[in-house]
């Protein structure tokens, strides 16, 4: 586990595998974590792990198709897709909040629908 809480990437657990994914150019991977926490706290998912992993390579970001960090992820899958067009890039992810605002962080409420519905499906 790191100093911010989360574990590192290749755990296996028997609920859903919930990673960050960040890239070490951008410096909101650890505000992520906690936020992705809380939310699954709120959920009543407070022993999910959150795990990190570095995406560092062009290359990984392509197989990835990584759009930027931070990228919330369960199963591998990124909770909130961007549109298809959105190359992988090593960059920060820029989130657009509900009311308007950008944000280097999900809409909390946009996160917690996402992460519901994705832990809820691996749970049943």
């Known amino acids: 586990m790191t100093s911010s809480g989360m574990t590192t990437s290749g755990m296996t657990t028997s609920g859903p595998a919930v990673e960050i994914w960040a890239w070490s150019g951008c410096p909101s991977h650890e505000a992520a974590g906690d936020q992705v926490r809380s939310v699954l706290g709120e959920l009543g998912f407070a022993g999910v792990p959150v795990g990190l992993r ?13 759009v930027g960090s931070p990228t919330v992820v369960v199963d591998g899958r990124d909770v909130l897709p961007p549109p298809p067009a959105t190359p992988p890039s090593l960059t920060c992810r820029i989130y657009h909040r509900r009311d308007g605002r950008v944000s280097p962080l999900p809409d909390p409420d946009d996160l917690r629908e996402a992460l519901g519905g994705a832990v809820a499906a691996h749970t049943r």
């Open 54 to 66: 570095w995406v560092e390579t062009d290359e990984e970001a392509e197989r990835l198709h990584f």
